[in-house]
């Protein structure tokens, strides 16, 4: 499924008494079961979160892959009362309204106990939209052959910009065929600062079907 309009759940730092802790200890055990599990290096490349987002991700990534959710950002915005976004979706590509408020409850539960924002915070949880992030080397097989913004944080070719459409992977880079120079790249995956599919007519209709 390529994907669907977002569905948001905005939520509060605070936790209500005992049913948020009590949701966050049932979720170790199934914690510690998927972190055994071996995982494939190149599949699971990913830049979804940097700073202290990242370790935020760390904290929660492991209870929400025991949900059957899959991080694809988490960001953490502002200064006086930050806003941390958290961006997720089920395998299949699927996130509903209740999901959100489900992740929400749990992520509560998680910073409650950790801690790693100081002060109150503001929490947002929100599925991917059509024109959603690229975070990890999966998405650019998954959407392959729809277009996408890709910046780097270096220069290839004289350029840090691309747009084009997506030709796939090819071990570690992403192959693009760049609009501008009707040329095809390979693009260093780990060296893709940020990229986001181009909302196209192409794009809206796959998600309709």
């Given at each position: 499924m390529v994907g669907r309009w977002p569905a948001?759940?905005?939520?509060?730092?605070?936790?209500?008494e005992g049913p948020g802790v009590d949701r966050y200890r049932s979720?170790?055990?199934r914690v510690s079961e998927i972190e055994?599990?071996?995982?494939?290096a190149t599949s699971g490349l990913s830049r979804t979160s940097e700073g202290k987002a990242a370790e935020v991700e760390r904290l929660i990534a492991?209870?929400?892959?025991?949900?059957?959710?899959?991080?694809?950002?988490?960001?953490?915005?502002?200064?006086?009362?930050?806003?941390?976004?958290?961006?997720?979706e089920r395998p299949d590509g699927t996130m509903t309204v209740d999901?959100?408020?489900?992740?929400?409850?749990?992520v509560s539960a998680i910073l409650e106990v950790e801690d790693?924002?100081?002060?109150?915070?503001?929490?947002?949880v929100s599925s991917p939209g059509l024109d959603r992030p690229l975070t990890r080397l999966k998405d650019y097989e998954r959407f392959a052959g729809f277009e996408a913004r890709v910046e780097l944080d270096m220069l290839l070719d004289g350029r840090k910009r691309f747009r084009g459409r997506i030709a796939g992977i090819e071990g570690e880079d992403v192959v693009l065929d760049d609009v501008e120079s009707e040329s095809r790249f390979r693009l260093p995956f780990r060296r893709i600062a940020k990229a986001k599919l181009v909302?196209?007519?192409d794009l809206v209709a796959a998600s309709m079907g």
């Amino acid at each position: 499924m390529v994907g669907r309009w977002p569905a948001f759940f905005v939520g509060s730092t605070g936790l209500a008494e005992g049913p948020g802790v009590d949701r966050y200890r049932s979720l170790q055990e199934r914690v510690s079961e998927i972190e055994q599990r071996p995982t494939a290096a190149t599949s699971g490349l990913s830049r979804t979160s940097e700073g202290k987002a990242a370790e935020v991700e760390r904290l929660i990534a492991p209870s929400l892959e025991a949900m059957g959710f899959e991080i694809v950002r988490i960001q953490l915005t502002g200064a006086a009362r930050p806003t941390l976004q958290i961006m997720a979706e089920r395998p299949d590509g699927t996130m509903t309204v209740d999901d959100c408020a489900d992740i929400s409850h749990t992520v509560s539960a998680i910073l409650e106990v950790e801690d790693p924002i100081a002060g109150a915070y503001r929490l947002e949880v929100s599925s991917p939209g059509l024109d959603r992030p690229l975070t990890r080397l999966k998405d650019y097989e998954r959407f392959a052959g729809f277009e996408a913004r890709v910046e780097l944080d270096m220069l290839l070719d004289g350029r840090k910009r691309f747009r084009g459409r997506i030709a796939g992977i090819e071990g570690e880079d992403v192959v693009l065929d760049d609009v501008e120079s009707e040329s095809r790249f390979r693009l260093p995956f780990r060296r893709i600062a940020k990229a986001k599919l181009v909302l196209t007519d192409d794009l809206v209709a796959a998600s309709m079907g």
